[in-house]
């Protein structure tokens, strides 16, 4: 669909060379326009007639060096980052994250808000539109600053359409999210799965930067992944790609949300740790963990067992072992499948990253098939809790900055 708008059309070619020059000056940092006609093969009148636009429209600014010797010091362009904002928002189960930032991701305001209940699509829009005007007003922006609103949002999404087509704890089957942001606010709105947004996020600022393929795995309460594949991200036919939650792994016997036994997710996702954890303490293993639930065991959670694994506690350290393991047979597949570069894991998980790490790397070591397949690198998020609503922000650059090469024939 995409394709079809941009061929023909002298104003959106336009728009493209404006897109093709703005992402030569953010890769270079800074550039004279001499070596920005050069490297886009534009003809120097027309990079000087963009150039001057997006002078005029703030987008970018001049500057000299002071590093030439003698003659007269070359003046380069840079972008303006900070004139310009971008409003990420990470919808997540049970809270809403919000960040303004700049055109480099730097935040300058950040907010977490905990949904006490479930959400219906009105009440969720209308709480996301009052954060947005109230955050304005705090950071003393207009809207006029802003160039785009982004959103990652658990479950599966319509990335075209904004809706969602499986968000259990908001309610909000088919919510057409960004069509109401738009008209609210008359910015583009960007919405994507989180995992998507997260992958996203660290190919532009977190730890896949200049990475072609990649994979992002994202474990909390549920378990997602986003491909970046030629440097694009990936959904699939039906967006449907990215679901490694629901990758069989062993019949263990625990049920997984979509009705099948032995699911990655079963295993590795909040309730499967949880699960795993009361069925050895039931078999009567010892543990710190009776202890520190108040002999209320059925209240345990990831964080007292990492907690209880940092002071030495055997089941919580086997326990996050083995979650490593079952998380190396699904990296394992991964690698087999798409044969990524780097593989990135984020989620709460990933605080984990001393007891998990190690079993993944000699899951894949022992059973990747070939010596390069066995080096994958397989790293944790830069970004952190922080890591989807920076993805966020980056799905309304990515747009912003990035050239459709192959649409122009
Ligand atoms: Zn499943």
Redesign the pocket.
């Known amino acids: 669909m995409k394709d079809e708008k941009i061929v023909g059309s002298f104003q959106l070619m336009k728009s493209l060379n404006k897109s093709l020059i703005l992402n030569t000056i953010r890769t270079h940092g800074s550039i004279s326009r001499s070596d920005i006609a050069k490297e886009t093969k534009l003809t120097p009148p027309t990079v000087t007639n963009i150039v001057n636009e997006l002078l005029e429209e703030g987008l970018v600014k001049e500057w000299q060096t002071g590093s030439s010797s003698g003659g007269r010091k070359p003046i380069l362009l840079k972008i303006n980052s900070s004139n310009f904002y971008v409003f990420g928002i990470d919808i997540s189960p049970r809270e809403i994250r919000f960040a303004i930032t700049d055109l480099n991701a730097q935040t300058l305001l950040y907010k977490t808000i905990t949904m006490k209940e479930e959400m219906t699509s009105s009440r969720l829009f209308q709480m996301i539109a009052k954060q947005l005007y109230i955050m304005m007003d705090e950071a003393c922006i207009e809207l006029k600053k802003f160039v785009g609103i982004g959103i990652g949002i658990h479950g599966r999404i319509d990335a075209d359409e904004g809706s969602s087509g499986f968000a259990p704890q908001l309610q909000h089957r088919n919510v057409p999210l960004k069509k109401e942001l738009e008209k609210e606010f008359r910015l583009p709105v960007k919405i994507e799965n989180g995992v998507r947004a997260m992958a996203i996020g660290e190919n532009w600022f977190g730890n896949g930067v200049g990475i072609s393929n990649l994979v992002c795995i994202k474990i909390s309460h549920g378990v997602g992944a986003g491909f970046i594949l030629n440097k694009k991200l990936f959904h699939g036919t039906n967006g449907l790609a990215g679901e490694i939650?629901?990758m069989f792994i062993e019949s263990s016997g625990l049920k997984?949300?979509?009705?099948?036994d032995g699911?990655?997710?079963?295993l590795v996702g909040s309730e499967g740790i949880k699960q795993r954890t009361l069925n050895k303490i039931s078999l009567g293993y010892k543990t710190k963990l009776i202890e520190r639930t108040n002999g209320m065991i059925e209240n345990v959670n990831g964080q007292l067992i990492y907690e209880a694994a940092l002071e030495g506690d055997m089941l919580a350290k086997d326990i996050l072992e083995e979650t490593g393991r079952y998380l190396g047979i699904a990296i394992m597949n991964i690698i087999h499948l798409f044969n990524p570069e780097r593989i990135i894991i984020g989620g709460g998980l990933a605080k984990a990253k001393n007891f998990i790490l190690t079993p993944i790397q000699e899951v894949v070591e022992q059973r990747a098939l070939t010596e390069q397949a066995k080096k994958t690198e397989i790293v944790l998020s830069k970004l952190g809790d922080q890591a989807t609503v920076i993805g966020a922000v980056a799905l309304v650059l990515n747009e912003m900055f990035s050239v459709q090469y192959e649409s122009v024939s």
């Open positions: 939650g629901h997984c949300s979509c009705g099948n699911c990655l997710e079963a």
